[in-house]
């Protein structure tokens, strides 16, 4: 696909001028004539409240970069491009969201433009996105894959978002923290139905009916509950169509999403032996409630190295893991698959970029992104989600380790 040219940046509008009041009438004029003057004050008073309301409001920062005519089918893969460089005029360039599809070559096709772009989710036939202020604070918006205009989802108030999440329909979840003094909400989740966006965003309550705020939270995937851990580690699930009693999960120390294709969570405890700190690993199956036990094969690395996350690639334990390790100044990374019979590496980067920051597997566990960095690259310094600059996303065969694309960016939706 062809990359498509995204418009110039909007401007916010001018908050509306407030029409000063009339002076006062003189004595003696008829009831009539007086009410009629009351009620227009009114009106004129109104009308001018509203406009310096609505201008005091946060507009959306995200342009969509598609084109009226745009199919509303989404693609196989997103990802987003930071860019910290700035233009001739001392203006920041624009992030970026890409869509693109395996069999497709280029950097794929433009979705939206923000100034400052902190993470995004994916829904069938929109994007949310969540785009930073000139106050740090956030907004949140829905670009529909249509062309359509854009909206904003109402928050709580001012404060920001994180953790965003999208079902694979039309719900998207996230944390959200009010901006002090407030003390409202700290990491609260909550639920938008972007299919009645007339109802604000809805808390999800805990084990104790109160609001939760969370540590780490997942949609379970093709449905609309999800699974929730709190900051202390416990664990519910949770549905997200009404305000039902959640099912406790047990206290975990660590949750790590799903195994690709099932309804398992992979878990993580300490060692109940103080003689063995190995981790403790776990599979919890949302059909039935089992819970059992993971052996995962260690990867055998030097001393100065460390591992990067352990991602499940099957039930079976199969994983891939990061290896990095700094030689004199330079980190350098290796993607290795490890199962039952050992390890073998599968993704080295070019020196250009050499360190692997996060990795995942496609919905169909044929291929896993990888995101790269390069070695000179500049922290963004972003208040959530902070990475660096330029960075990309390598598409990997996992059955064999054939390079597949290379995109611009990170975050890929795989791994949202």
Known sequence: MSTKRAPAQRKTPRPGKRIPTPARRRHGLSFAVRLRGTIALLLVLSAALTAANI???????????????????????????RDVNYDKAGMKNPDTIRGTNIADSGHGTVILTAPRIQEYAALPTALAAVTINDDNTSSLEIIP????????????????????RAASKRFVGFAFSSTPPSQQHWKTLFV?????????????????GKPVSVLNWAFVPNTFSLVVQNESGTMFLANALAAANPAPLG????????????????????????????????MIDLTNGTVR???????????????????LLNESGRYAQSTS????????SVLTVTD??????????DPAWSRIDGYCPSPDGKFIAVEATAPEGAADRYPVLPAHSPMRTEIIELDTGTHARSLPGFQPSWCR
Do not use: C, M
């Not at 409001?57 to 997103?78: Q, R």
């Not at 999403?257 to 700190?277: L, M, Q, R, W």
């Not at 036990?293 to 991602?311: C, F, H, Q």
């Open 55 to 81: 201008a005091a409001e946060p507009h959306p920062n995200a342009v969509s970069a598609l084109e009226g005519t745009a199919g509303t089918a989404g693609f196989e893969l997103y990802t987003l491009e």
């Open 145 to 164: 894959l249509s062309g359509g205009p854009e909206a904003q989802v109402p928050l709580p108030g001012a404060g920001k978002v994180e953790l965003l």
């Open 192 to 208: 938008y139905d972007t299919e009645d966006p007339s109802t604000p965003p809805r808390e999800i309550r805990g084990l104790d």
């Open 251 to 282: 206290l975990h120390a660590e949750f790590h999403g799903f195994v690709p294709g099932t309804k398992e969570i992979y878990v993580v405890d300490a060692s109940s032996d103080p003689t063995n700190k190995v981790a403790k690993n776990s």
């Open 293 to 311: 036990p993971l052996d995962l094969k260690t990867v055998i690395r030097n001393d100065r190295s460390w591992p990067g996350a352990t991602v």
């Open 325 to 332: 390790e700094n030689t004199a100044g330079k980190v350098t």
């Open 340 to 349: 039952a019979t050992g390890s073998a590496t599968l993704y080295q980067p």
